[in-house]
Each structure stands twice: as C-alpha cells, then as structure tokens.
C-alpha cells in the first residue's frame, strides 16, 4: 500500500468513534481530507464540525457539512486529526501544515482526541520532524534566538502566513526526551503563539495503518 493509502486507511477507521447528533472536531492535513471526505458519506447523522483550519473549513463546507464556530459550542466529543510525529506515551509533533495553534485550540475543548497515522509517524523520541513554532511577526528575532539557546536550529518557513496572521519557525535537530516540559517551556518564549508539541493533551486514541491492517491504540 502506498503511504496515502495508509492514511486513508486509518481516516476511515476514525469514522467508527463519530457519535450520532454529535459536532466532530477536525484537524488539518492530507489524512484528515481522507476523513472529510469519509465524514461526508455520514453527514446527515452529525449536526456538523467545528475546524482547525480555512482548508478544512472550505473542504467541509463543499461537502454540505456545517462548520460552526468554536464560540458557539460548549464541548465537543471527538476530535479527529493527524500527526507529524507519535511516541509511544501519544504526545505528538503536529503543524506540518501549519494550522497547530487552532488544532490545539478545537483539541483543548474535545473530550477525545483520535490520532489518524500512517505507520511511519510513530517514533520512539520526538524530535527528528523539524517542531513547528508560531510567532507573532514582530518577535520573529527574538523568538528564534530564545530557540537556538534550546540547542535547536530554527529556521523560518518561507513564504507562509497562518490563518491567524503569524510566522512560523521551524526547529531542525531538536531530541525531545520530555515532550512536557519543551512544550511548557516554548509557550514561555515572549512572542510564541504556541509550539506543535500536544504532549500536555496529548492524543487519546491512535489507529495507525500499517502493511497488517490499522491498529486501534490506547
Ligand atoms: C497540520 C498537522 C497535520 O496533522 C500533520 O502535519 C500531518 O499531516 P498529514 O496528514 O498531511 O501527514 O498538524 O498542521
């Protein structure tokens, strides 16, 4: 099976846990558009979905599924989204895409978080994925050298803006041994929006799509 195949395979796993009525919370990237899409064959079981990024937002939206704003919802049963990187206590390197501030936003008011990978993101140590840093503009300087006292080499993602208006750094060569403690520790850095550590709420269930089939992991 090709690498996409995989994650199809383990998007469409995670339509089991969707609770009928329910609003589903939906991350961002090409395994979650595999759920989407999935998710648009149950739509009228759901109320809708509320998205961590314009991209989801626009994918669920012309699929007929109504995306409502995080404001309006008080909690939310599910949360369905990828990952960079996975180790084996479920805390996760995520902004690939770049959308990890609303992911750890709309994950924040999930009571489940359901990882969806493909084999190849689980790792016994963090850190080999470059780990996603967004940052308000003007502390862009700043921010990277607070980095690179960290022991990382941080480099800006040319070319991107977030959703929400920001920058991000990407730092190369970090070993994350306590993924809690850099979490905590980043998020502390004047400027930092938040980092792509989800390792304080990390994931609840993962299905991970390997040769064998998807595993279901908790
Ligand atoms: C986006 C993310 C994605 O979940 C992560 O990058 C994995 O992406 P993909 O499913 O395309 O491999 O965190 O910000």
């Given amino acids: 099976m090709t690498q996409d195949e995989l994650k199809k395979a383990a998007a469409l796993a995670a339509l089991d846990y969707i609770e009928d009525g329910s609003i589903v919370g939906v991350g961002t ?73 609303r992911e750890k936003i709309v994950a924040a008011v999930s009571k489940r978080f359901v990882c969806i990978c493909d084999a190849s993101k689980r790792v016994l140590t963090l850190g080999r994925f470059p780990l996603p840093v967004e940052v308000i503009p003007m502390a862009r300087s700043h921010v990277a050298r607070e980095l690179a006292r960290l022991g990382g080499e941080p480099r800006l993602r040319e070319g991107f803006v977030t959703d929400n208006g920001n920058l991000i750094v990407d730092v190369h060569g970090l070993a994350i041994s306590d993924p809690v403690s850099t979490e905590t520790r980043i998020n502390q850095i004047v400027g930092v929006v938040t980092n792509g550590l989800f390792a304080e709420r990390g994931a609840d269930l993962l299905l991970l799509a390997g040769s064998q089939g998807v595993e279901r992991l908790q």
């Fill in 29 to 101: 990237g090409s395994t979650v558009n595999h759920f989407i899409d999935g998710l648009a064959g149950m739509r009228n079981r759901i109320r809708g979905a509320v998205s961590s990024s314009e991209a989801s937002s626009k994918r669920l939206a012309a699929h007929g599924i109504q995306v409502f704003d995080l404001n309006d919802i008080d909690s939310i049963p599910v949360y369905v989204d990828g990952a960079d990187e996975i180790d084996g206590g479920f805390a996760m390197i995520k902004g690939g895409g770049g959308a990890l501030t």
